[in-house]
């Protein structure tokens, strides 16, 4: 029994073990989702952190233990979003083409995703330090909790939003494109990076390698230019 | 897969001393990007070494937002009693920008490639 305890005393404070099972977990997700021919609704984070969390819960597992494993995996965003930088090189004739439709898409999507957020906040009357955690909601991660922390947000309430917010749009991204009949994976790709950042450019790339790449400019450029508007709209609107 | 790694990497540090020594408030990572698009202008052979391990990473990206879903399930209280307004916000504000986006970039599209022959 002791030797049990010993091995788990390890195991649970070894970065090993949740590394392991943060990659086991999505192994088994992407093979879930693919079974189902990539179908939104089993979209491969969610179903990895439904995997992993009651896990969490049972061996009663701190976040902050569970992402010593994790962080390794966590790290390699940096890297991921430079490696994007093959897929905008593949696609640089056909950017060079769409540069129109590229920068006034994303002026008005992302004054929509932000000023649609301030102004759907206040109609359910929402606290205004909610609504300025709100407003940055589209934009990747780290950029999103520094535009928070700079209007007077809640950063951690910012990264709950965000990653929210990525999930929604990857689940809702291809349904709503069916139904619009939008068969451009260029436009496909750009309204859901824009929207819904890195989980939506992974969501992108799972369907197409051209609609990945212009979720992945999206994603960049709204990065820039989201860190510039939220501040405006939130002395406008707020 | 070793030197593309390494690639990437030492972008994301050029990216990072850029961004801090200048004190830019967008993303290490974003300013790398760059990098990397300027190295494949001046060496388009690269891209071909690249290729196998960054089409692996960008299959898999979904693996890499596995840790911050975690902490977000462990954090949901933050949400508190707004969470269903907030939940609402979301969906509907996710929708507004993803149609504006695709509505802009495919008019704006007929238009331009309407002109050209």
Partial sequence: ?238 | MLPTLGLLLVCQLIGEVIVRGIGLSIPGPVIGLTLLILILRLRPALAEQLRATITVILANLSLLFVPAGVGVIGNLEVLSEDWFALLVVLVLSTLLAMLAAVGTFIGVRRLTEGRSP
Avoid: C
């Avoid at chain 1, 179908?39 to 992402?67: C, D, G, K, R, S």
């Fill in chain 1, 1 to 238: 029994m002791t030797d049990v305890a010993n091995l788990w005393s390890y195991l649970s404070t070894s970065p090993l073990l949740w590394l392991t099972a943060t990659v086991l977990a999505y192994l088994a997700a992407d093979g879930v989702a693919r079974r189902l021919d990539n179908n939104p609704l089993a979209n491969p984070v969610i179903l990895a952190v439904l995997m992993i969390t009651p896990v969490l819960w049972f061996t009663q597992t701190e976040y902050a233990t569970y992402f010593e494993g994790a962080q390794f995996i966590h790290f390699l965003l940096g890297p991921a979003t430079i490696a994007l930088a093959l897929p905008l090189w593949d696609n640089r004739e056909t950017i060079g083409q769409s540069v129109a439709p590229i920068l006034l898409a994303l002026l008005a999507g992302s004054v929509t995703a932000a000023g649609s957020a301030i102004l759907l906040a206040q109609a359910f009357g929402l606290s205004t330090e909610v609504i300025l955690s709100l407003a940055p909601k589209s934009t990747t991660a780290p950029v999103a909790l520094g535009i928070s922390e700079a209007v007077g947000g809640l950063p951690a309430l910012t990264a709950v939003l965000v990653i929210l917010t990525g999930i929604i749009g990857a689940v809702i991204v291809t349904p709503l494109m069916t139904v619009l009949r939008i068969k451009d994976w260029r436009a496909r790709g750009f309204s859901v990076g824009l929207a819904s950042h890195g989980i939506g450019t992974a969501r992108a790339f799972q369907v197409n390698p051209t609609a990945g790449a212009y979720a992945g400019i999206a994603m960049a450029l709204n990065a820039l230019l989201t860190s510039i508007i939220v501040p405006v709209l939130v002395r406008w609107l707020i």
